[in-house]
């Protein structure tokens, strides 16, 4: 079976997405993951400050690599998020998921993004079910 470094990279190097807001991964271990990317200006809403789905994108692929590091495919299946505070254009963000409660068939996390301060500006929930599908 891979390890969770070796998942997390196979599925990075698939994921344009994740590659296009220039998601940095900094830690990575069975069901918990570290990451961090910078807000651009294309990032931003009408306000100026960072569109919501920014921070939900982040949270959600560090749902995505925590679930699929213990080595087996794990798909969301239900998510949420609670915007605490605003992010501007230039500012680096990280999130950290972690792993609550893992049965044979589902995972729940609880996933936090920080600003660079350290100021929790959002909180996100994932479920996920878990294949049985080896990487």
């Keep these: 079976m891979k390890s969770a470094a070796e998942v997390v990279k ?12 220039g998601i940095k991964v900094l830690i990575t271990e069975p069901g ?9 200006d294309e990032m931003t809403n009408g306000f100026k400050i960072a569109h919501g789905g920014i921070s939900y994108s982040l949270a959600d692929s560090a749902l995505a690599f925590a679930s699929n590091g213990h080595g087996t495919h794990a798909l969301s299946i239900e998510t949420s998020i609670s915007h605490l505070k605003p992010v501007k254009a230039g500012e680096t963000i990280w999130a950290e998921a972690k792993e609550i409660k893992k049965t044979r068939s589902t995972g729940i996390y609880e996933v936090r993004v920080y600003a660079e301060n350290e100021d929790l500006i959002a909180h ?4 996920v079910f878990r294949k049985n599908t080896e990487w």
Excluded: I, N
């Excluded at 918990?32 to 651009?40: F, G, H, Q, T």
């Excluded at 996100?124 to 479920?127: A, H, I, N, R, S």
């Design 32 to 40: 918990y993951c570290k990451l961090s990317m910078e807000v651009r």
């Design 124 to 127: 996100f929930k994932g479920t």
């Design 10 to 21: 196979t599925m990075y190097d698939g994921d344009a997405f994740s590659q296009w807001l």
